[in-house]
């Protein structure tokens, strides 16, 4: 990593939330140092977590919705489930949102809920590292390619490249899908697409990828060469902008 590149700014932007002094006072209390800041996010011995918990959870929510939006703004919602995420973001915001849903009952739910929508469009295929066909494992909101159920789908994946060919920048990229996170921005990273990303707002899900400790913090310094965290719940939710 760069010299110029090893200070990586951490700053919470909860808009409309009043906690400005207290935002800035966590912040001075932050290490800036990369990459061993990210080994301390992954100990959980950074003062983000206990800031964020001192804040709320419902501060903490409402960063999820909180970005520089407008009409001419692009999202996509990978993993969009039963589209509750999507709905705020359009009708906030009134931009044009791409909802990706692969699972057939899901998919079908969601697309009747944006009938009449126009800015909200509803692909019946999730996001994947390349175009293919993956086993699902079918569990409410924990449904996805690495879910133990009795129950499951075969389901589509486009390449996260396939899927922005003819799409300028994206504002804001939600990833939600069970593990399938890690494959996504490996692939983002490792095609340079990262850059096209204004923020991307991510959940990881621990215990249930291979290696997901060292793909974790690879994750994390690669996306810092070119983003900055915005938000940081630990796993939960991150948002890098």
């Known amino acids: 990593m760069k010299s110029d590149n090893s200070k990586i700014k ?32 992954w100990d959980g011995r950074t003062r983000l977590a206990p800031m964020l918990g001192a804040l709320g959870p419902r501060m903490a929510e409402e960063a999820r919705y909180a970005y520089p939006l407008d009409q001419n703004s692009v999202v ?13 973001i359009a009708q906030r915001y009134g931009c044009t949102v791409h909802v990706f849903e692969p699972v057939s009952a899901f998919f079908t739910r ?9 800015n909200v469009h509803v692909h019946n295929h999730g996001i994947g590292p390349e175009n293919m066909l993956v086993r699902f494992g079918i569990r409410d909101d924990s449904t996805g390619q690495f879910a133990d159920s009795l129950v499951t789908e075969d389901c589509r ?7 922005m ?41 621990p215990g249930i990828v291979p290696d997901d400790k060292k793909r974790y913090d690879a994750i994390q310094e690669g996306l810092a060469e070119t983003h900055f965290l915005t938000l940081y719940t630990g796993w939960t939710w991150q948002n890098w902008r």
Do not use: C
């Open 10 to 41: 951490l700053r919470w932007e909860l808009q409309q939330t009043g906690v400005e002094d207290a935002l800035d006072a966590a912040i001075k209390m932050t290490p800036e140092s990369s990459p061993a800041i990210y080994r301390v996010l």
């Open 76 to 88: 996509f919602d990978v993993g969009g489930y039963k589209g509750d995420w999507a709905a705020v």
């Open 110 to 118: 969601t697309s009747k809920r944006f009938e009449g929508h126009l």
């Open 157 to 163: 994946l486009v390449g996260i490249e396939d899927a």
């Open 165 to 205: 060919l003819g799409i300028g920048d994206i504002d804001l990229m939600k990833l939600n899908i069970e593990g399938g996170e890690f494959g996504v921005i490996e692939e983002l990273l490792g095609t340079g697409l990262i850059s096209r990303i204004k923020n991307l707002q991510v959940q990881f899900h």
